[in-house]
């Protein structure tokens, strides 16, 4: 298993696999339109594409052999909203179900971290679904703590829960 920076010739498979993992990030109880979730993924990815030049986001891939099985992009110019410290974010990460139980997770957050420490940050942050007790799980034997929690009503006006 190798990491290495990932290149604009990458973003096609980030939007693949991006596509292929979007149910795990989706919250329980949310009724999002497919077609709608793939343009947005489309749309950031298109966005993060002339940002790989700047330094403010990385993509970092994760490779078994010459097959590309998970990615993770890095937003190294964050704030904390509260504190105003300066952090990295972990926009997205995903690992081809094949690869799961291989480490990539493990390995791509800590090349992430390394290069967050590399820029003198102090914290590495992400988000997961609370639905996604895997990931929760993979996260905290990895390093992480949970710091906040989010919590959602849902209102009238929501969409009707698909089945």
Do not use: C, K
Not at 59 to 78: C, K, N, S, T
Not at 123 to 148: C, D, K, M, W
């Amino acid at each position: 298993m190798t990491v290495r920076r990932g290149e604009a010739s990458d973003i096609e498979f980030v939007d693949e696999l991006a596509n292929e993992s979007v149910e795990y990030s989706v919250p329980a109880g949310r009724t999002p339109d497919r077609q709608l979730l793939a343009e947005r993924i489309r749309s950031g990815l298109a966005a993060l594409a002339d940002h790989l030049a700047d330094d403010r986001f990385v993509v970092v891939i994760g490779e078994v052999g010459p097959e590309r099985v998970g990615y993770l992009i890095l937003d190294l110019a964050d704030r904390e909203p509260t504190t105003g410290e300066p952090q990295a974010v972990i926009v997205d990460i995903a690992v081809r179900r094949v690869a799961w139980g291989r480490y990539v997770t493990h390995r791509l957050v800590r090349e992430a971290a390394r290069l967050a420490e590399d820029r003198g940050l102090g914290y590495l942050v992400g988000t997961i679904s609370a639905s996604n007790q895997r990931a929760l799980r993979t996260a905290q034997r990895i390093g992480f703590a949970v710091e906040r929690h989010q919590v959602v009503m849902r209102l009238s006006g929501a969409p009707a829960r698909r089945e």
